[in-house]
């Protein structure tokens, strides 16, 4: 099918795919012995949908980390979708101009070694469907596909309605945007860093449950993928620690994409970006 090339896809454990939205953002279909799971609907550059379907023949449920323009932007291609009700704004508020925008600003800044990935801004519409049916998502949430379970962890902290997900079959956490080397906390509804850090803390509290972590953006190349590199969970508490303790000095960076500079905080592998008068949870 013609929308294949639009997505690079590993399969990184059996049954356990990454699928990468031309280096927009990444998908996770994992598959048990009665369902399959899609963690993410990406950008919605092409037809998932259908290309899920070349993968599994098991009915696909579909929950998304955050609302995010780069992993709700797909939703309307599917008919109910699990997410955390403090995003449900996100997601029903995104547009095709957001889309696109976002679209934009990596179409001019792909990695040069890679072959130049086959869709364009135009490639980004609203597939003419309204909004799938938002399913709310609460922590402890399990998703069983028979034999394979994935538990939900509410993490706020990039969103209010942020979650992360442990996969006890394959055992891997999909961390969505929850914990990147490039955590962005500088959102105006973004929870304060005190929250971030205890939710983050819940998370490295069940870390003998998994042994590789995927967030929402790593490359897939000629079939292969890899997971985030150790200590990326564990700098990120770090650095909100020191943040709050003061032992991490804030500093000023240049903006992403040419916006204002930004106010940062870097320990180890990772660089969190935040708002300065939104660190301490407030009475
Ligand atoms: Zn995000």
Redesign the pocket.
């Given at each position: 099918m013609a929308d294949a090339k639009k997505y690079l896809t590993a399969e990184y454990r059996e049954k356990t795919w990454v699928i990468c939205e031309s280096f927009l953002d990444d998908m996770f279909l994992l598959e048990g012995e009665d369902a399959a799971l899609l963690i993410d609907t990406g950008t919605g550059i092409g037809d998932l949908k259908g290309y899920v379907e070349t993968l599994t023949d098991k009915p696909v449920t579909v929950v998304l980390?955050?609302g995010?323009?780069?992993?709700a932007g797909g939703v309307r291609q599917f008919d109910k979708v699990w997410v955390h009700s403090d995003d449900f704004e996100a997601v029903r508020t995104l547009t095709v101009e957001a889309r696109r925008g976002y679209a934009a600003n990596f179409l001019g800044s792909l990695p040069r070694n890679i072959e130049k990935p086959s869709f364009a801004l135009e490639d980004i519409t609203d597939y003419s469907r309204d909004l799938p049916e938002l399913l709310p998502l609460e922590d402890g949430h399990v998703f069983d596909l028979g034999g394979r379970k994935v538990e939900v962890i509410h993490t706020p902290g990039?969103?209010p309605g942020?979650v992360v997900l442990i996969d006890h079959g394959a055992r891997i956490l999909f961390s969505?945007?929850a914990a990147n080397p490039n955590l962005?906390m500088n959102f105006p509804n973004c929870p304060p860093i005190e929250t971030a850090l205890r939710a983050l803390l819940r998370v490295q509290a069940r870390e003998s449950e998994f042994d590789a972590n995927f967030n929402?953006h790593i490359p897939v190349i000629d079939g292969k993928t890899w997971p985030l590199p150790d200590g990326v969970l564990s700098d990120c508490i770090e650095c909100m620690k020191g943040v709050m303790d003061g032992s991490v000095p804030l500093e000023t960076a240049p903006g992403m994409f040419g916006r204002a500079p930004r106010t940062v905080a870097k320990y180890g592998k990772v660089m969190i970006s935040c708002d300065p008068n939104n660190i301490y949870i407030k009475d």
């Open positions: 980390t955050h995010h323009v780069d992993h990039h969103t942020e969505g945007d962005l929402g």
